[in-house]
């Protein structure tokens, strides 16, 4: 008989192992990991392209899994849905780190015209002044969002505020940081 191409949700409660992650029970993500791991696996594979690199997202992921399970919320969508967007996130983050990645012996680094480090020591002070002149809540969503690399359904979650407040916030902020900046 043949295998399914991958496992039948509905005879595993992923919410409810993810919950018991979010409790420090070990045995729920080793009982994720057991079911969903090769799928889990192919969709790293699939973005990365390298077994190896793979092979890490997907370690990389689970921890995340457990680390962040408390996280997890059924209001923002299937607990399986999470688990999977988690993986794929580490991937792309993998993919976007390898990019930026430039190995100074088989490159040669160009200088940038006009800008050496003063220059942009200036600009992160910059930066720094305008987001210290905004208010907490839109400060904490834009660091959340950009450096956290936090959903808007996440930082919604997170700060126990409705998802269009969140929207608005960052929304708000960014003029006002585009405004200090200019």
Known sequence: MNEPLQPDPSD?????????????EKFALQAIYARDSRWLFS?????????????EVLHDAMLKVWNRSRLYSPALGS?????????????LNAVRKKS???????????????????ELAQDAQKLSACLAKL???????????????????????????????VKSWIRRGLLKLKECLS
Do not use: M
Not at 12 to 24: H, N, T
Not at 80 to 91: D, E, F, K, P, S
Not at 155 to 164: D, Q, R, T, V
């Open 100 to 118: 930026l990645e430039v190995s100074s012996e088989e490159h040669e680094v160009p200088d940038l015209p006009g800008r050496d480090n003063l």
């Open 43 to 55: 969709v790293a594979y699939r973005i990365v392209k390298r077994r190896e690199l793979a092979e």
């Open 135 to 165: 208010d907490d809540t839109k400060r904490n969503a834009i660091v959340l969002a950009f450096v956290d690399g936090y959903t808007h359904e996440q930082i919604a979650s997170k700060l126990e505020s409705p998802l269009g407040s």
């Open 12 to 24: 595993f409660d992923y919410e409810a192992a993810l919950l018991a992650c979010a409790r420090g």
């Open 79 to 91: 607990a399986r849905g999470w688990v999977y967007t988690v993986v794929r996130n580490q991937a």
